[in-house]
């Protein structure tokens, strides 16, 4: 099994920056890594995606606002965000699995998740 532990979030008013990392312990084998988001009342959806060639994907709904890297020397997976949002708010979980690009944002595709991290925004 992938072990995912996600850390970082946090309490920022609007415009405000976070950085998520999300650890494990042997991040070069777990294949895509993806962060996803869900909020009170709404579905999950997808964020950020990182393959295992390190060819990063993101939604719509980051506009450019948020950064998504690993390192595997340390082996974390880390969600820069900007310019945060109230409708930024969230919890935020850190998934993995050998899912194809086209299905990234698919959340049923991965087959490891970690416990999440919320994210609130204030106006």
């Known amino acids: 099994d992938v072990q995912l532990v996600e850390s970082g979030g946090g309490s920022v008013q609007a415009g405000g920056s976070l950085t998520l990392s999300c650890t494990t312990p042997y991040l070069s084998g777990a294949g895509r890594m993806t962060w996803f988001r869900q909020a009170p009342g709404k579905e999950r959806e997808g964020v950020a995606s990182?393959?295992?060639?390190?060819?990063?994907t993101y939604a719509d709904l980051t506009n450019g606002r948020f950064r998504i890297s690993k390192d595997i020397t340390k082996n974390i997976l880390s969600l820069v965000m900007h310019n945060l949002k109230p409708e930024d708010t969230a919890m935020y979980y850190c998934a993995a699995g050998p899912v194809m690009p086209y299905q990234w944002s698919q959340g049923d595709k991965y087959p490891y998740w970690g416990k999440g991290t919320q994210v609130t925004v204030s106006p």
């Open positions: 990182m393959s295992v060639n390190g060819v990063p």
